[in-house]
């Protein structure tokens, strides 16, 4: 059994899904383990994880929409504003969401599906560098 260990570097534009899928592919067909299991996870309280569709614009584009409305921005709604009319809805979404994900790993590559694409989930508004750790374990 072997493991590797890496920290993957993400920038955002924004708030917004940022697929991440080609470069989590890239690390592991280089760790040389072929069958195992890909535990990813985001170093952030103000950002997610998620496996949603990659084909369809529009399925993003719903998605943020959606979160929009469920934890919206606006001053004097929360508590939580330190950072601005952003930081508690990007709390609310990260809570909503995944900070961790597991993937099972076949053939050196993430089984993933026909239209299945990982993603960053952005929750604030300005850009950030934020840092998922990926974790392989497996022979």
């Known amino acids: 059994m072997r493991q590797a260990l890496h920290t993957l570097l993400v920038e955002t ?19 040389g383990i072929g069958t195992g299991l890909l535990t990813l ?3 952030h309280t103000s950002a997610s994880l998620l496996v949603q ?3 369809s614009p ?10 929009r409305r469920i934890a919206p921005e606006a001053r004097g709604l929360y508590r939580h504003d330190d950072e601005g009319p952003d930081d508690m809805p990007a709390h609310l979404r990260a809570a909503l969401t ?18 299945q694409g990982i993603y960053l989930f952005e929750h604030r508004a300005a850009p950030h560098r934020r840092e998922m750790v990926l974790h392989l374990i497996g022979e």
Request: some cysteine; overall charge negative.
């Open 13 to 31: 534009p924004g708030a917004g899904l940022v697929e991440i899928t080609a470069a989590i592919r890239r690390w592991v067909a280089g760790q």
């Open 41 to 43: 996870w985001c170093r």
């Open 53 to 55: 569709e990659n084909a």
């Open 58 to 67: 529009d399925a993003r584009e719903d998605l943020e929409a959606f979160f």
């Open 98 to 115: 995944q900070t961790q994900l597991s993937v099972p790993v076949a053939d050196g590559r993430p089984v993933l599906g026909t239209w």
